[in-house]
């Protein structure tokens, strides 16, 4: 039963990459920001909670709390101050400058700040669902931490699909991204929604650092990382679309599995993104680049 675990272990990395690909598709859909530091939200989250807990004693729930009001705070913060100036004051920045530079300046500036409070060693927080691993068929085991992970990366896409797809606030959403001017022209607060969703998104992102990181556990510079190939997920969703940003992630991880355990677990990853790039250029339009340009 090689090949069906090899799966079971390819959909929790996948469903890593695909929580983050949605958190940084959406937000791109309101915003035209593209948010590189949302995995450093879910290394504060993770890093957060075990510090209160296993350094100051906290109960677990308090723990998780505070760290998520901690994380909303911030992000609501630097939300007022420095993207309301980059892209709402007089002097706006476009192009590159506001699309990159801000959040990923946020990702150093994150980093430096958890290497302060947190150290440089792997913490993880406290699993939520402790135990063995669970038996799904004869053969084929799934970690308790990873069924949590891969619950929530099916919750969250299929949310947040849900949302811009069939309800007024989602068609508002996708309108402040698509056609900034014409959206306030309109009446709908662009402003609002950019907020709520990097608000939410960095909470989002909190919630499953906590919950995944038993699992891979977390240092101060693991954020970057998971956003790196978020990031390439949410590209083959066009930036725009959560749901096939959240299948690219599936996608991506399970080939990752397949790739280590049948080919080779030195060179996978090098022949995993051969492949994805090949992809592109096989079929640019079908994967998600050929909408991007397009919109």
């Known amino acids: 039963m090689k090949f069906g675990n090899l799966v079971i272990a390819g959909l929790v990395t996948g469903s890593i990459y695909a ?33 209160l807990v296993r350094v100051r004693s906290w109960p677990l729930p308090a723990a998780i709390v505070t760290t998520l009001a901690v994380v909303a705070v911030f992000g609501y913060v630097y939300d007022r ?25 946020l990702s150093f500036f994150i980093d430096g700040v958890a290497k302060i409070l947190f150290g440089t060693d792997v913490h993880a927080a406290p699993a939520l669902w402790s135990g063995g691993s669970l038996t799904i068929l004869s053969g084929l085991h799934a970690e308790r931490a990873g069924v949590l992970v891969l619950a929530c990366a099916l919750i969250c896409g299929s ?38 969703v990097f608000v939410g998104t960095a909470v989002i992102a909190a919630v499953f650092g906590i919950i995944e990181s038993p699992i891979t556990g977390y240092m101060y510079l693991s954020g970057a990382t998971i956003s790196l190939t978020g990031f390439i997920a949410a590209a083959y969703g066009g930036f725009r679309k959560p749901g096939r940003a959240l299948l690219a992630g599936l996608f991506i991880g399970i080939l990752e599995a397949l790739l280590g355990g049948y080919v080779s677990a030195e060179y996978g990853d090098t022949v995993m993104y051969a492949i994805l790039a090949a992809l592109v250029l096989a079929w640019p339009r079908a994967m998600g680049f050929g909408s991007a340009v397009s919109q």
């Open 19 to 51: 929580v983050f690909a949605v958190c940084v598709s959406v937000w791109y859909r309101v915003s035209n920001i593209l948010n590189l530091a949302v995995g450093d939200f879910a290394m504060v989250g993770a890093l957060g909670t075990d510090d």
């Open 81 to 105: 101050v420095v993207l309301r100036l980059a892209q709402d004051g007089r002097r706006r920045q476009e192009g590159i400058v506001i699309t990159f530079f801000f959040t990923f300046a």
């Open 159 to 196: 949310m947040f699909w849900l949302y811009i797809r069939y309800t007024l606030g989602g068609k508002a959403m996708e309108a402040s991204g698509e056609n900034p001017l014409g959206a306030r022209i309109a009446g709908i607060d662009t402003r609002r929604y950019r907020r709520l």
